[in-house]
């Protein structure tokens, strides 16, 4: 059985840093693509960035280029998002998601629990 | 950039819901995915390839369209369908977009 289990709720305030993580189970890690995908209170999903952790090849959306850094450690079958200094404005939900594709289709089958990140001083 | 209309349909069990999702440009080989999320949970691909049903989906759940215009429809809604449903579009320059929902709620 697919599995992503992310880490549990976290709580920062402006400047910090944080990297949360995504844990992969049930097949083989490293021949399929993560993806990262921030949802905020109300909104709609909105992706951030893939990596493949075969080789760790990234791609990013423009809107979050520089903005975050994406990770895998094949070893520990696990993927990573992290921030070098967050603002209150990365407050959402964070989930990861397991990216599915093929010749006629792209998309992210199977998702994590999602990581609730709450930055405020 | 994707849209979907209406924004929220109101309908009641048994009803039969219709959901639209439009892109910007044509989606080449019919990259466009359907998700429904729950109050609380992450999304659910629904349909992939436009048309195709994800393992476990009923039957009542269908997707049609091509080019830039697509839809979602759900036959005989039962209670646990009430939920927000996003369109996502993938291109092979600019990967994933998602749409902003059509929130189904009980009328």
């Known amino acids: 059985e697919v599995q992503l289990v992310q880490s549990e709720v976290e709580v920062k305030k402006p400047g910090e840093s944080l990297k949360i993580s995504c844990q992969a189970s049930g097949y083989t890690f490293s021949t399929f693509w993560i993806g ?11 992706w951030m960035g893939v990596i493949y952790p075969g080789d ?6 423009p809107s979050f280029q520089g ?7 094949k070893s520990t079958n696990t993927a990573y998002l992290q921030w070098s200094s967050l603002k209150a404005s990365d407050s959402a939900i964070y989930y990861c998601a397991r990216r599915y594709t093929g010749s006629s ?12 990140v709450t930055v405020s001083s | 950039v994707v849209t ?23 989606v080449g080989d019919n990259f466009l995915n359907w998700y429904q999320q729950k109050r609380g949970q992450a999304p659910r691909l629904l349909i992939y390839g436009a048309y195709k049903r994800a393992t476990g989906v009923p039957d009542r759940f269908s997707g049609s369209g091509s080019g ?19 369109c996502q579009q993938f291109s092979r320059s600019s990967l994933f977009s998602f749409g902003p929902g059509t929130k189904l709620e009980v009328k």
């Open chain 1, 105 to 116: 289709w792209d998309y992210f089958d199977f998702w994590g629990q999602g990581t609730l």
């Open chain 2, 68 to 86: 830039s215009a697509f839809t979602l429809t759900i036959d005989r809604l039962e209670p646990e369908d009430f939920a927000v449903y996003y």
């Open chain 1, 67 to 73: 903005q975050v850094t994406i990770s895998a450690d």
């Open chain 1, 56 to 61: 760790s090849q990234t791609r990013y959306s």
């Open chain 2, 4 to 26: 979907q209309s209406p924004g929220t349909l109101s309908l009641s069990p048994g009803e039969r819901a219709t959901l639209s999702c439009r892109a910007s440009q044509s």
């Open chain 1, 36 to 46: 990262w995908v921030r949802q905020m209170p109300g909104k709609g999903p909105e």
